[in-house]
Nanobody, 124 residues
Framework: VQLVESGGGSVQTGGSLRLSCVVSGHSRGSNCVGWFRQAPGKEREGVAGIYSEGSAPDYADSVKGRFTISQDNAKNTVFLRMDSLKPEDTAMYYC???????????????????WGQGTQVTVS
């Protein structure tokens, strides 16, 4: 599975960004696609996850109400809309995926096994 992120950049506090993740090479079947982030000196954190067949997405408490994950299955793309950005949102953001038939696992961050290269988000 290949995942390619884009859309990162620098933004002022309170601003917005939309990240994109194009997923390719996956076998037929359902999967979870998630967004993670890692700031310098900190552990990687699961941010949001979404099930390919449709269900309520999962979010980390730190981003609930500000970030929205969505998908366009026709384009094999998952998006992360980030609003009301804060300096503490500054991190490298990664897209990840794993195959499953259980939608409720998309918030189980340790299950993700295929990763993209990341895109940097800086909020100042």
């Amino acid at each position: 599975v290949q995942l390619v992120e884009s859309g990162g950049g620098s933004v002022q506090t309170g601003g917005s960004l939309r990240l994109s993740c194009v997923v390719s090479g996956h076998s037929r079947g359902s999967n979870c696609v998630g967004w993670f982030r890692q700031a310098p000196g900190k552990e990687r954190e699961g941010v949001a996850g979404i099930y390919s067949e449709g269900s309520a997405p999962d979010y980390a408490d730190s981003v609930k109400g500000r970030f929205t994950i969505s998908q366009d299955n026709a384009k094999n793309t998952v998006f992360l809309r980030m609003d009301s950005l804060k300096p503490e949102d500054t991190a490298m953001y990664y897209c990840a995926a794993f195959g499953t038939v259980r939608s409720y696992l998309c918030g189980s961050w340790s299950r993700y096994r295929d990763w993209g290269q990341g895109t940097q988000v800086t909020v100042s």
